[in-house]
């Protein structure tokens, strides 16, 4: 059985920063595209956000480039998120999936951005 479980969310202030992280059991992320996603507040559809490939290529939405990168550390079979320059719109809860968004999701984890 697939479970995937993010973390590293939290309250911050604009400007601040985050590293999420993704891990799975049931499933080896080192095998497959890995892919973030986020829901805002009131909404019912998950936003793509980033990607990540086999060999470490990567693909971030257009308009989060800049302030989100996305990286794998194969040793530890986690994907992370990097959010730099938190602004009150990124207010989401994030998840992560597989880039065909196969699997079960997670619980996700709530980013909130407030001054």
């Known amino acids: 059985q697939v479970k995937i479980v993010e973390s590293g969310g939290g309250s911050v202030q604009p400007g601040e920063s985050l590293k999420l992280s993704c891990t799975a059991s049931?499933?080896?992320?080192?095998?497959?595209?890995v892919a973030w996603y986020r829901q805002h507040p009131g909404n019912q559809e998950r936003e793509w956000v980033a990607l990540i490939g086999q060999a470490g290529n990567t693909n971030v939405a257009r308009l989060l480039r800049g302030r989100f990168d996305i990286s794998r550390d194969r040793t530890k079979r986690t994907v992370y998120l990097h959010i730099n320059n938190l602004q009150p719109q990124d207010t989401a809860a994030y998840y992560c999936n597989t880039a065909d968004s196969s699997q079960p999701w997670g619980q996700g984890t709530q980013v909130t951005v407030a001054a």
């Open positions: 049931g499933i080896d992320f080192n095998d497959l595209v």
